[in-house]
């Protein structure tokens, strides 16, 4: 299983900013797929969890209202954040976990996802 991430980068306070995690080697409407991202010196914080089935998501409060998780039918899963802050700046990553895909409900806890993206670094400028 390999996920790849894209779209990280450099953007301004309150800019949006899209990332993309392409997916190989699994089944996918199998697997739930999660964003995450951490900070420096702080824990990895899940952001949002996708079904692939039948694209249910959970986001995170932090996240509510200003990003979007949405997947296609080329196991693909995109993540689209508007109204950055500073705060936001993090390495994101997706990850990929069979035990939620198939449990049929979405979960945030980065601990529940085996398979996991190298991470793309996002800098949000004040």
């Known amino acids: 299983v390999q996920l790849v991430e894209s779209g990280g980068g450099l953007v301004q306070t309150w800019g949006p900013l899209g990332l993309a995690c392409a997916t190989s080697g699994l089944i996918f409407d199998d697997y739930a797929i999660g964003w995450s991202r951490q900070a420096p010196g702080k824990v990895r914080e899940g952001l949002s969890s996708i079904l692939s089935t039948d694209g249910s998501t959970l986001s995170a409060h932090s996240v509510q209202g200003r990003f979007t998780n949405s997947r296609d039918n080329a196991k693909a899963v995109y993540l689209q954040m508007n109204s950055l802050s500073p705060e936001d700046t993090a390495v994101y990553y997706c990850?990929?976990?069979?035990?939620?895909?198939?449990?049929?409900?979405?979960?945030?806890?980065?601990?529940?996802?085996?398979?996991w993206g190298q991470g793309t670094p996002v800098t949000v400028a004040s």
């Open positions: 990850a990929a976990s069979y035990t939620i895909g198939t449990q049929e409900m979405p979960a945030l806890d980065p601990d529940e996802y085996t398979y």
